[in-house]
Nanobody
Framework: VQLVESGGGLVQAGGSLRLSCAASGSGLDYPTIGWFRQAPGKEREGFACISDTDNTFVIGSVKDRFTISRDHAKNTVFLQISSLRPEDTAKYYC???????????????????WGQGTQVTVSS
């Protein structure tokens, strides 16, 4: 299974983006997917996830601006980000947990398949 992120770019503060995480390959249908980001000089942090059964979790600090969803037909998970802020600037990664779970976590070590990341840069 491979994960490919897309949708990043340079946007002005207040703008919106929709990031995509497309899963390809066999053996892993609709896995738990987590979204993480890493800014220069900072640790990678998780902020949203969706489980195998489409239960979702978004951390409180971004819950009013970030929405995670899945398109089963496309085997793609989306992250809708609105009201972007300069502090959202980071490389955004999606990752898959190959073990089935009804609920997702944002613990990095739970995820064993990672995408290459997509850069989001927000200008003020």
């Amino acid at each position: 299974v491979q994960l490919v992120e897309s949708g990043g770019g340079l946007v002005q503060a207040g703008g919106s983006l929709r990031l995509s995480c497309a899963a390809s390959g066999s053996g892993l249908d609709y896995p738990t997917i987590g979204w993480f980001r890493q800014a220069p000089g900072k640790e990678r942090e998780g902020f949203a996830c969706i489980s195998d059964t489409d239960n979702t979790f978004v951390i409180g600090s971004v819950k009013d601006r970030f929405t995670i969803s899945r398109d089963h037909a496309k085997n793609t998970v989306f992250l809708q980000i609105s009201s972007l802020r300069p502090e959202d600037t980071a490389k955004y990664y999606c990752a898959a947990d190959s073990e089935f779970s009804n609920y997702c976590s944002l613990i990095l070590r739970d995820y064993d398949i990672w995408g290459q990341g997509t850069q989001v840069t927000v200008s003020s």
